[in-house]
């Protein structure tokens, strides 16, 4: 018998070797992918992403936290909260691994990255190695950070961020993507998406996703909309789409193998677009609650999906593979 989360998973990894999930409860459960042995770690507040990188894995909670996962008890916590927390102000932190192993923090609540070095040996450094504000004409802290991802091509040191000006509480205005240069810590340029929130609810780290060569940006929004743009040149609107009206689009994750990009929405349902194309390729619907995190293994052949159901499922191509009830 699996015992597991409490509350509803709010953001799903996988890796090579391992996959993972964190929910509302404050819990991190890991498996291994031979479905053998499962680790717990506790945070002790919400779960806001997650994200591997080798035996790494860094979960962003009240703080950041790294896990090395050869080591039995190995951790180190990034970024310190002060001052009185409370529901309004208590920071959550969200965090992504690059393919080259450098690790992105940001409080949500802010408008400022930190970029930190992974080692092979030392692990990572007490100290982030850049630091960015997105944007300067948002300041330092008006904005909420709602996705954060990093360009799968490492040679471009990108990173990108949708921001939701104003506050959680109070979201003002369209949603921006910020595209920085994070290694030289400049803003290349900010995108305005022509959407803005339709309410508080804020959006997982999986809204939005790069092409596996780099080259397109989706993102998805509150209306059931996806819109995919160039990252270079003109940054023209290349596909848009609505997965289904009414509802809205929870998480994004894109496939390495067949450049597939997975849509979870609201109702539950996942649907799969081809990302050359923006043409639809096939439905997964197996619950009825929201989608909130879906991610693909770095081999594309496997999609991981959580769910407000506490289910964690595992799909291989168009059909289910496995799922295990997190009760």
């Known amino acids: 018998v699996l015992k597991g989360h409490q509350e509803s998973i709010t953001s799903v990894a996988i890796s090579g070797k391992y996959f993972a999930s964190g929910a509302g409860d404050g819990q991190v459960i890991l498996w291994d992918l031979d479905w ?8 002790g507040d919400s779960i806001v992403s997650l994200s591997f990188y080798g035996d790494y894995l860094a979960a962003g909670s009240q703080l950041a936290v790294v896990f090395d996962l050869k080591s039995a008890g190995w951790k180190l916590e990034l970024g310190q909260s ?5 529901d309004e102000n208590r920071p959550l932190q969200m965090v992504a691994f690059s393919g080259n192993g450098h690790l992105a923090t940001v409080d949500i609540d802010r408008n400022v990255v930190e970029i930190w070095s992974i080692g092979p040996v030392d ?10 504000v997105a944007d300067e004409r948002l300041g330092d802290k008006d904005g909420v950070c709602q996705s954060m991802q990093f360009s799968p091509d490492t040679s471009e040191k990108l990173l990108a961020l949708s921001v939701q000006p104003g506050s959680r509480l109070k979201p003002v205005g369209n949603n921006i993507i910020h595209v920085v240069n994070w290694e030289t810590e400049q ?10 929130v339709e309410s508080a609810l804020m959006a997982t780290d999986t809204a939005l996703s790069f092409s596996l060569d780099g080259k397109y940006l989706a993102v998805g929004f509150n209306n059931g909309e996806v819109k995919m743009w160039e990252v270079h040149g003109y940054k023209r609107l290349v596909h848009r789409f609505t997965t289904e009206k009414g509802c809205g689009v929870r998480s994004l994750a894109c496939s390495s193998l067949y450049a597939h990009l997975a ?6 349902t996942i649907h799969v677009y081809s990302f050359a194309s923006g043409g639809p390729l096939f439905v ?3 619950g009825k609650k929201a989608v909130t995190s879906l991610a693909f293994s770095p081999d594309g052949r496997y999609l991981l999906s959580g769910c407000e159901d506490r289910l964690l499922r595992i799909y291989e191509g168009a059909r289910i593979f496995a799922f295990f009830p997190l009760k």
């Open 36 to 43: 053998n042995s499962r680790r717990t770690f506790s945070l």
């Open 82 to 86: 002060t001052g009185m927390i409370t």
């Open 123 to 132: 692990g990572p450094v007490r100290h982030p190695v850049h630091t960015i």
């Open 187 to 196: 803003l290349l340029y900010c995108m305005d998406t022509g959407v803005g």
């Open 263 to 268: 849509v979870g929405m609201d109702s539950g």
């Open 284 to 286: 997964l619907s197996d």
